[in-house]
């Protein structure tokens, strides 16, 4: 598999299960589905990359210009994705169990958890400090 056929299916197994959140964020079904299973998966591949492929990297996490070269290499920066992919969405699960618990509407949380896929710290960080605000009950 090529490193672009494996970022195509964890982006879709990855858009799949934020669907399931976004649609179904009170079942606790779905979130175990897109908060556990999804990102066990997402790890599992995670995993598998680097120890296909730690021997062909060079580059490290000790400053910026060793990351940017360890992240030139296709399989480094697949790694780096589907990393952000399991983590935002397992913050992402977080958020629509924690805001089922204080009875936040949906759209409001359709929204939240959108802009979690897409901006993940900042959205986490905006999710905390205005889910009270957010409460319906």
Request: a positive charge; proline letters at 5%; one cysteine or more.
């Amino acid at each position: 598999m090529s490193p672009e056929s494996a970022f195509a299916a964890c982006t879709a197994l990855a858009g799949s299960a934020w669907a399931l959140l976004v649609f179904g964020p009170a079942s606790p079904h779905a979130r175990r589905i897109a908060g556990i299973a999804i990102p066990s998966v997402l790890a599992a591949v995670y995993v598998s990359v680097l120890v296909w492929h730690t021997r062909e990297l060079s580059g490290g996490f000790n400053s910026l210009d060793a990351v940017a070269q360890l992240f030139s290499h296709r399989w480094a920066l697949l790694a780096g994705w589907i990393h952000f992919l399991a983590f935002d969405l397992f913050v992402g699960s977080w958020i629509a169990a924690d805001a089922s618990t204080r009875g936040i509407a949906r759209p409001p949380l359709a929204l939240v958890l959108l802009l979690t896929f897409l901006l993940g710290p900042a959205c986490l960080l905006t999710y905390l400090t205005t889910r009270k605000a957010l409460a319906t009950r």
